[in-house]
């Protein structure tokens, strides 16, 4: 029982309010005993450290340098490089002095004091840090695929705000909690706060990690040509809340990031081939010897225009025809080449069958009238006659 009660009771405080100025003096005096007989040590720790600094502010220069030359690492080395430069003074002192301290045999008092100030410094340090690695891989992510000047950016004012609330949140509730505050109560407000502004703002933060994700996924950037439900147009802007898409037909169309995701998106830009389909009939007098050679006429007259012949077939019996499918691709996304090419190939076809005397067939109906006997009326076949 002891054991558990023990494991459940408030972390006691590093510094008792209550008396402070008495703690203070105690520091000051163990501080001085403690200089004057280990005075050898603590001259080395201080050169110890002192080198330690100097370490510490040259790694600081590297990252400007790489901040100042982003050939030197490529983008994720300006990224890095950032997060070293925001490395401040107070932590490298901080460091130091927890490196060295245990040498120099400093006394409970101090050794306490120096780990409870390098833990608030590592804390907001590491805070620092992930804020600028995070920001920095957004910011990256938006330039290296040509989001520059967009709304999207204009966002990035409030993505720093959010990331920097939360990390700096999670470092002061680290930071009470090493100074013995019972943190309890302050973590479950943020929470209930939290969840508050989600609700209220929830469809905004779906936009707005629907805009990051169309970043890091990437189905598509600024002047892509895609296609969704029966809208099929360029992407013109990617915003915080919309993505703005020029409709082929003129008109401007704008679309929430979220309800967009949430759809079948076909992104014509990256195809490598446009494919076209014809379906020609043939009427049914056509010769079977002739019928024969008709898919290879028609791979010949599409290859001769430099496409490539996906197939070349007979298809079906149709109602008035025997239909012949013939595919070909394209290669490139431009519908105005592909476009060109399927109009020259459609009068090749024609001129070549009009030369082989090769009908193409058209709906067609014959009409026959009867007598109230059932025999035919004139005109008729003589065959017909017969046989009736």
């Known amino acids: 029982m002891s054991n558990n009660s023990a494991a459940t009771a408030a972390k006691e405080p590093i510094f008792d309010a209550a008396n402070v100025p008495d703690q203070i003096d105690s520091l000051v005096n163990v501080s001085t ?6 005075w050898l040590q603590v001259l080395i720790a201080f050169g110890i450290g002192a080198v330690i600094v100097i370490a510490l502010h040259a790694a600081r220069g590297l990252g400007n340098r790489l901040c100042a030359r982003p050939g030197l690492a490529g983008g994720w080395g300006v990224i890095i490089g950032r997060a070293v430069v925001r490395t401040n003074n107070f932590f490298i002192i901080m460091l130091a002095a927890q490196l060295v301290v245990g040498y120099a045999g400093a006394p409970s008092e101090v050794a306490s004091t120096v780990g409870f100030l390098f833990t608030v ?19 990256h992510r938006t330039q290296s695929e040509h989001y520059s000047g967009e709304a999207l950016l204009s966002a990035m004012g409030l993505i720093r705000l959010l990331v920097t609330f939360a990390l700096f949140a999670i470092a002061l509730v680290v930071v009470l909690d090493n100074l013995g505050v019972n943190v309890t109560g302050l973590v479950a407000g943020l929470g209930v706060g939290g969840i508050a502004i989600g609700l209220a703002a929830q469809g905004i ?11 890091f996924d990437r189905p598509f950037r600024r002047g892509d040509k895609i296609s969704y439900d029966t ?19 003129g008109e401007l169309r704008i679309i929430s990031n979220r309800q967009l995701l949430d ?8 195809r ?16 079977p010897d002739t019928l024969e050679r008709v898919p290879s006429i028609l791979r010949e007259l599409a290859e001769g225009e430099g496409v490539t012949v996906a197939r070349s077939s007979f298809e ?8 012949f499918v013939l595919q070909f691709d394209v290669p490139g996304d431009d519908w105005g080449t592909a476009h060109t090419k399927r109009d020259a190939i459609m009068i090749a076809i024609i001129r070549r069958f009009a030369a082989d005397r090769i009908g193409i067939a058209y709906p067609t109906q014959t009409t026959y009238t009867a007598a109230p006997d059932g025999t035919l009326v004139m005109p008729y076949a003589p065959s017909l006659t017969k046989q009736a």
């Open 316 to 323: 079906t019996f149709g109602a008035s025809s025997l239909d």
């Open 272 to 287: 490598d081939h446009v494919r076209i389909n014809f379906t020609i009939g043939v009427t049914y007098e056509t010769a």
């Open 263 to 270: 759809k079948e998106i076909q992104n014509t830009t990256v």
């Open 205 to 215: 933060f779906a936009d707005l990690f629907a805009a990051l994700a169309i970043i």
């Open 231 to 249: 809208t099929s147009g360029v992407i013109e802007s990617i915003g915080l809340k919309s993505t703005r898409i020029r409709a082929f037909t």
């Open 33 to 38: 005993v403690w200089v004057q007989t280990h």
């Open 121 to 139: 410094a590592a804390v907001f340090q590491a805070a620092i840090w992930a804020r600028e690695l995070i920001l920095g891989a957004i910011e």
